[in-house]
């Protein structure tokens, strides 16, 4: 044994790296670390600007972080707001794994939603089992968001029409369309005639999704049925023969035509599954947390959900702990601004500057001095993406 | 050895490299390699793929940096941080891989990275370097136009510009990678007379190849390199194709391929007044009709961009039929899906390995199953099975003799022979029939070669039908049973192989025989 301090520190250095290395290898963390150092150095970069506007940026992120989990509602609260982000970000991570670039959540969440509304008014559901009656609105959401993101699956198969113009175009389409058959009192589409402001008539009682706490929003069902389709959207990519096609049309669609798969009907497939993904949070939302449509509730979700599938690095388990973390800085924003007197919007910016940190990598390993690992999905964020 | 070979040439070393190792991540690429060029003479680097050759020349452009070993040019110690340095010191590289932008002109590909200017540094003056061009190109007789748009030349052409290219920027050390893997071969034996001429006007040059003949046609100094290491000098004028072979390969190489004669069975795979259009809608394939027999290799000899492509992907099912027929194993699968062809009993090798035969960012397990992994045992109902893929892969590496580390490596990490072998073990441990395989040796490396041929042969013996198309004649003379040369989308003549020589084909390859005669006026 040695003495030299020198070499002991050397040592324990090389001890701790190894021991880091196993702990990573061991669960797989490696491609995490980056959107892990990100958020650091966005916090650190935040807390200049709230000192910058005159207030303690200490105080400030103490009041964020009860905002967020200080305590039962709170935590409860933060859970509830995050659950529709996993949906709308499940909807880009899915159709990215074939190459395909999905900005239409925003529109396929209002499709499903509008629609789980719609199904949730008829007469006669009032008077089914709740168990139908909840599993007839889901399907009505899970089938609006597959025809709206079917849409630009079928046009891109079809016509070659690139899906970022044409789910852009949709989502206008879908907002302003919905937005008209909400508002319109003559004609009266989906309007509830009664309420002041433009809204769809609540849906059945035994509709209602269950709600396990009640807090503000409430945690309902939902998260039980999107921690569901991440495991699904998991399975369906890594284990199954689709998501061998879906893969293969990803990383090379002249391979996967000479393999005899059928690139065209993917493409199709992948979009609208993609699509039902974001449905699915739209009718949940319906379903679980207001009981009726109001197309402002959707507001950004569906771009929320981009930013959250490029922080999980399109990896669907690793989306349920990112949109945990935007949802839940959304939800003590209000904390923050109450106590600290700081905007919420300072939540945004640093959302921003997580993002911007994970696209612009070189940065982060630079300060934190990362390796680089080539993960399958290490090229998106820069941009070139397989479509 | 080199010893020898400096003191008969008495010209001075313009490139030494002495002691250069390069290592990557559980590679030596380079291991103790020393090598000099001399003035005014061409040095061929020889060496299968994977040996080492490029990572070597990367070393000398400033591309990689060495682990160790020294580089001296003009008798003067250097070390490059990057190409720059490298071109500053007057050295030009060709790669393999054209670095050109397809719709900017030749004027403005040549100064880009370059440019001259004026009107203190902010106009780019176009004429100045129009005019340099014209003279670079006169000189060294390339032959190029300034003002043409890259997209619109040849492959022989676009070479020439990377070429002037490297003059432009005062190049007296030119490396040329694998030049002629692009050309056909009435541009190789042009491209060789540009490269005679640049040693003429003072030039020295570093041609890398794998190509024997080539080797023997143009080097004045060979050195050959394996695993890395220097295996060997040789001199041309003594040096024979197998002699150069053995030391490549590091073991006695078959050339002539051992084969029984043939025997024909019934018909497997009919092709009859078949129309094909290429991408541009023009007419590739035209009026086309034969027959290839179970038991058989039917040759199909050509020059490059005659249809062939266009009639293998129409064949598996890739390409629309404009009409016409084409049957296998008796049924008529005339525009049917590609899965359809396949799963008759029909392999398909094709031309392309990176862009349809793999899928370079999966492990090779993933590619071996690429077009049955919706089958038992590799799924059951619509779940992949991991257990018996990776069994299947661990035993196709080994019967097929796949070089790798593992079978969850990455196929675009292994070297292009490796590669083929992966497509060649997929197609043929299918139950196949039929095989349609199109250029299965390109860019290949002596050993590969003759494994991959030995393969197809095997095939035939069991009695499958096989259907080669090929560029390289000497593939299909050694190879074929009968062969038919294809001009313009049509067959300009059949033969027995037996009868076939190697100037009627080449000449049919080159005019189409009476194909063009009876066209003409």
């Known amino acids: ?387 | 050895m080199s010893d020898g070979a400096e003191a008969r040439t008495a010209r001075s070393p313009v490139l030494e490299l002495s002691g250069i190792t390069k290592t990557f991540p559980g590679v030596i690429a380079n291991d103790d390699i020393s090598f000099t060029l001399n003035e005014g003479e061409i040095h061929c680097l020889l060496g299968e793929n994977g040996a080492g050759k490029s990572t070597l020349m990367n070393v000398v452009f400033g591309l990689y940096q060495p682990n160790s070993g020294t580089i001296r040019v003009r008798g003067q110690e250097v070390s490059f941080e990057s190409s720059a340095d490298a071109i500053a010191r007057g050295i030009g590289m060709v790669h393999q891989h054209f670095q050109l932008v397809s719709v900017f002109t030749v004027t403005e590909n040549v100064m880009l990275g370059d440019e001259v200017t004026k009107g203190g540094g902010l106009v780019l003056d176009t004429d100045r370097a129009r005019q340099r061009i014209r003279e670079v190109s006169q000189l060294y007789g390339l032959n190029v136009d300034p003002d043409a748009r890259v997209g619109d030349l040849s492959v022989g052409e676009q070479q020439r510009v990377e070429l002037v290219k490297a003059l432009f920027r005062d190049a007296d050390i030119l490396v040329l990678d694998e030049p002629t893997a692009v050309l056909t071969p009435g541009e190789v034996d042009e491209f060789f007379g540009v490269v005679r001429n640049l040693v003429d006007q003072g030039k020295s040059i570093v041609f890398i190849t794998h190509k024997l003949r080539e080797v023997l046609a143009v080097a004045d100094r060979i050195t050959v390199i394996r695993n890395g290491k220097v295996a060997g000098d040789a001199d041309p004028g003594v040096a024979t194709q197998q002699s150069l072979a053995n030391l490549m390969v590091g073991r006695d190489v078959v050339f002539q391929v051992e084969k029984s004669p043939a025997s024909p069975g019934g018909v497997a795979a009919k092709v009859e007044h078949l129309r094909v259009d290429d991408e541009r809608g023009l007419r590739a394939v035209d009026d086309l009709s034969f027959e290839v027999r179970a038991g058989e290799i039917f040759g199909v000899a050509g020059v490059q961009g005659n249809g062939q492509r266009e009639l293998v992907e129409a064949m598996t099912g890739m390409r629309p039929i404009v009409s016409g027929r084409v049957e296998m194993l008796g049924q008529d699968v005339t525009s049917a899906r590609p899965r359809r062809i396949a799963e008759l009993g029909v392999g398909h090798i094709p031309e392309d390995r990176s862009r349809h035969g793999l899928v370079t960012e999966f492990s090779i397990t993933d590619n071996l199953v690429l077009n049955r992994y919706h089958h038992a045992p590799f799924a059951r109902r619509f779940i992949r099975q991991r257990g018996a893929m990776a069994e299947h892969a661990l035993e196709l590496v080994q019967q097929f003799d796949v070089r790798t580390p593992g079978v969850d490596v990455e196929v675009g990490t292994l070297s292009g022979g490796n590669q083929q072998k992966v497509i060649v073990a997929r197609e043929l441990s299918r139950n196949i029939r039929v095989l349609v395989v199109a250029q299965p040796t390109r860019g290949l490396d002596v050993g590969s070669i003759e494994f991959i041929h030995q393969q197809i042969i095997a095939l035939r013996d069991e009695g499958g039908a096989v259907l080669l198309v090929s560029a390289e004649l000497d593939e299909i003379l050694s190879l074929a049973d009968r062969i038919g040369v294809l001009f313009r989308g049509r067959l300009a003549g059949t033969f027995d192989a037996a009868d076939a020589t190697r100037e009627q084909l080449g000449y049919l390859m080159a005019t189409g025989g009476e194909l063009t005669a009876e066209q003409a006026p």
């Open chain 1, 1 to 387: 044994m040695t003495s030299d301090p020198d070499n002991l520190n050397q040592r324990i250095d090389r001890a701790g790296g190894r021991v880091r290395a196993a702990v990573l290898e061991t669960f797989r963390l490696q491609p995490l670390l980056i959107p892990f150092y990100a958020l650091v150095l966005a916090v650190l970069i935040g807390g200049v600007l709230i000192a910058l506007v005159g207030v303690n940026p200490f105080e400030a992120y103490w009041a964020l972080l009860r905002g967020m989990f200080g305590n039962g509602d709170r935590l409860a609260g933060s859970i509830a707001r995050s659950v529709p982000f996993i949906g709308s970000a499940l909807a880009l991570a899915f159709a990215f794994r074939a190459g395909l670039f999905n900005i239409g959540a925003e529109g396929q969440l209002l499709v499903g939603g509008v629609l789980a509304a719609w199904v949730g008014t008829w007469a006669w559901i009032a008077d089914v089992p709740g168990f139908f009656a909840v599993v007839l609105m889901v399907l009505a959401g899970l089938m609006g968001g597959a025809f709206w993101g079917g849409i630009p699956g079928v046009l891109r198969a079809k016509t070659g029409a690139h899906e970022v113009i044409s789910t852009i175009m949709l989502n206008s389409i879908a907002l302003f369309f919905i937005r008209w058959m909400v508002n319109s009192r003559n004609p009266v589409v989906l309007r509830d005639v009664a309420s002041t402001v433009p809204r769809t008539e609540p849906v059945a009682d035994n509709a209602l999704l269950p709600k396990i706490v009640d807090s503000s929003p409430p945690v309902h069902f939902g998260l039980f049925l999107l921690i569901g389709a991440s495991v699904l959207a998991a399975f369906i990519l890594n284990r199954t023969i689709f998501g061998f096609e879906v893969a293969t049309v990803g990383a090379n669609a002249d391979a996967a035509t000479y393999a005899g798969m059928n690139v065209n009907r993917v493409i199709i497939v992948v979009m609208a599954v993609s699509g039902s993904f974001a449905g699915l949070s739209g009718a949940s939302e319906v379903a679980g947390t207001a009981g009726f449509f109001q197309p402002g509730f959707f507001l950004a979700m569906g771009f929320d959900g981009i930013a959250i599938a490029l922080l999980a690095r399109v990896n669907p388990y690793a989306i349920i702990p990112a949109a945990l973390l935007w949802g839940s800085m959304l939800n003590g924003a209000s904390l923050m601004q109450q106590e600290a007197d700081v905007s919420v919007d300072v939540v945004r910016i640093i959302q921003a500057l997580v993002l911007l940190f994970v696209a612009a990598d070189a940065i982060v390993r630079y300060v934190f001095r990362v390796k680089v690992v080539e993960d399958t999905y290490g090229s998106v964020l820069r941009g070139s993406s397989g479509a």
